[in-house]
């Protein structure tokens, strides 16, 4: 605590007409007693005493007189910063800024990853290979009687990008449909031609000799990772130029994959997860794990994060999924009794309400008054809690599919049409991207898709809608389309089985996950989610009765207008009110006669 503080901190907070009057006070009664007759070891002791009472009314004075300010101490020790301007004020998010979780939760280390090891000499060979080929590809192109010029190479840790800008009047699918030939002509496995957004050119792509491994820790040890303005990152890789890939699920708002046996989609989808699992708590993320292969998903059994056990059996899985339909509607309901449009919109709500201790009520019908007719109404309390997120993984829709084709894909397209606002997001991975399995429901409603290497041409538009995932070369590389744009080619991150024991072993030593039995539940009333009641009887069925027996009229649009319902649970209730003798079959003009009476 230097002088300099103290004199700033008087000059600006502290000194005011009524302290500059008592310190002259002080003053004057020190040189009285210095005038006096006193022994020079007094003196000390005295000095020492005006000092603490001097210090001791600055601040008493400060506190009382200063405009109501009171004394920051900070001000006085800690001397003032310049504020720094980075990049990292860009993104407003930190990561620091994302863990506010419970104490007692510690997020998996990064040591428990493997760390990235470098072939020496690997680098300065692709170079020299990459002089090599673009020399021959030169050639090859003069072959085929493509007239350009390559303008720029570029080398990545998988493939070389050249790109070349050809000739005036030359079409690109001239070139393009030459993929093959060009590939034969180079040697190469594969090379994938496309056109480049933005430039008057071409890219080709021609594999590496010597491919650079990928590994999951430098890519969530990246500042990009770290500091990236994501709620629910994924780190898919890294690009032709070898830089990370990290995309937010959140904003996809879903995810469809795809790869045959041995492209490196099961190793992608636990780089995916393992990414949402080193950045969000239990408390943040909740998932529910769908795997009919009984192979892949099974080592994250026992993470505090799952919701329900990971789900083997179709017919559990097909429950699964209605009941996150169920948790869907419910969630829009509270937030719409909330007023609000979106799950962080509703969390800060609700935490605000519950940290001042309010209650919100909501009306509900309890029944019609005898007399009027009229809907009673009654307040109930809302029963208000924080949303996590919550994300469903599917590793093989086509299992799914074969068992319970329908059912399955109508929960999956309700969720995929409105889940997001929710926050419920969907993982959907197949190794059998055909059109019975992916069907066109299901396609529209995920924007972002992604294909690791598929057996053919058809495969690669039904996933992507246009070629070029055949040309893949395996093992983790993998082409992305987002919401429709230029597709982006990557190379996703080996992840080793030992690692991610690691870090399952890590979390599930963090605390037991707490499981919902209601989740895989096979009882009548979650099988008939879809209903919106239960067959054996519901109060909405039974309001409808009522309504019906008083009116002595009986129509869908008649039970749509009185219990504010949609059209086809209306309709549900009308044909369930005719099978029970309620009411009769519709006649010629669609009407319908009512079979029995009010006391009914």
Request: proline content about 4%.
């Amino acid at each position: 605590m230097g002088l300099y503080n103290y004199l700033n901190y008087f000059l600006e907070e502290v000194w005011s007409p009524p302290i500059i009057l008592f310190v002259l006070l002080i003053l004057t009664i020190g040189s009285v007693y210095f005038s006096l007759n006193i022994k020079v070891k007094q003196i000390g002791k005295i000095t020492n005493i005006i000092y603490s009472s001097l210090v001791f009314v600055v601040f008493i004075f400060a506190k009382f007189f200063n405009f109501g300010k009171s004394v920051n101490l900070d001000k006085i020790l800690t001397p003032k910063k310049k504020k720094l301007l980075s990049s990292s004020r860009v993104n407003s998010k930190t990561t620091e800024q994302k863990k506010k979780v419970s104490l007692d939760f510690n997020f998996p280390s990064i040591e428990l990853l493997e760390k990235p090891k470098k072939t020496p000499g690997v680098e300065v060979e692709n170079r020299r290979n990459t002089e090599v080929n673009k020399a021959l590809l030169a050639n090859v192109l003069s072959d085929f009687k493509i007239n350009g010029e390559i303008t720029e190479v570029k080398q990545g840790p998988i493939v070389t990008l050249f790109e070349l800008t050809p000739a005036p009047g030359t079409q690109s699918s001239s070139v393009i449909r030459l993929s093959d030939d060009i590939a034969r002509s180079m040697r190469a496995n594969s090379a994938r031609i496309s056109t480049i957004p933005g430039k008057d050119a071409l890219g080709i792509e021609i594999p590496n000799k010597n491919r650079e491994m990928v590994y999951l820790r430098e890519l969530l040890d990246d500042d990009l990772y770290k500091s990236a303005n994501c709620k629910l990152p994924l780190a898919l890789g890294k690009d032709i130029f070898g830089r990370p890939v990290i995309v937010d699920l959140a904003k996809m708002p879903h995810l469809l994959v795809a790869g045959t046996t041995g492209s490196g989609k099961s190793v992608g989808i636990n780089a995916m997860l393992l990414s949402i699992l080193y950045q969000l708590s239990p408390e943040e993320c909740r998932l529910i794990l769908i795997d009919p292969k009984m192979l892949e998903l099974s080592i994250y059994k026992g993470i505090p994060h799952l919701l329900t056990e990971v789900v083997t059996d179709p017919k559990k899985a097909i429950s699964a999924l209605k009941w996150i339909v169920k948790e869907m509607e419910n969630r829009y309901q509270m937030m719409a009794h909330l007023g609000v449009r979106e799950i962080e919109d509703y969390n800060i709500k609700v935490k605000k309400i519950l940290d001042e201790g309010k209650v919100i009520f909501k009306e509900t019908q309890v029944g019609y008054d005898s007399e009027t007719g009229k809907p009673v109404m009654e307040k109930k309390p809302l029963d208000l809690n924080i949303f996590s997120k919550i994300i469903v993984v599917v590793d093989e829709l086509a299992d799914l599919m074969i068992t319970s084709g329908k059912e399955i894909e109508s929960a999956i397209q309700r969720l995929s049409q409105m889940a997001r606002a929710s926050g419920i997001h969907l993982i959907v991975a197949t190794q059998r991207p055909s059109v019975d399995v992916i069907t066109g429901t299901i396609k529209s409603n995920f924007p972002t898709r992604i294909s690791y290497k598929v057996v053919n041409k058809i495969n690669s538009r039904t996933i992507l809608e246009e070629q070029g995932a055949e040309q893949l070369l395996g093992q983790g590389d993998l082409l992305i389309s987002m919401m429709g744009d230029q597709l982006l080619r990557v190379h996703g991150p080996f992840v080793k089985t030992e690692e991610v024991i690691a870090v399952v072993n890590h979390l599930k030593s963090q605390g037991e996950p707490e499981y919902l039995d209601s989740v895989t539940s096979d009882d009548d009333e979650s099988q008939s989610i879809s209903l919106g009641f239960n067959e054996s009887g519901d109060d909405l069925y039974d309001k409808a009765v009522s309504i019906v027996c008083r009116e002595k009229k009986a129509s869908t649009s008649f039970i749509q207008r009185h219990l504010q319902i949609g059209y086809d649970r209306a309709a549900r209730i009308i044909e369930k009110m005719e099978s029970e003798g309620i009411v009769s079959p519709a006649n010629h003009v669609g009407r319908r006669e009512v079979l029995v009476g009010k006391d009914n």
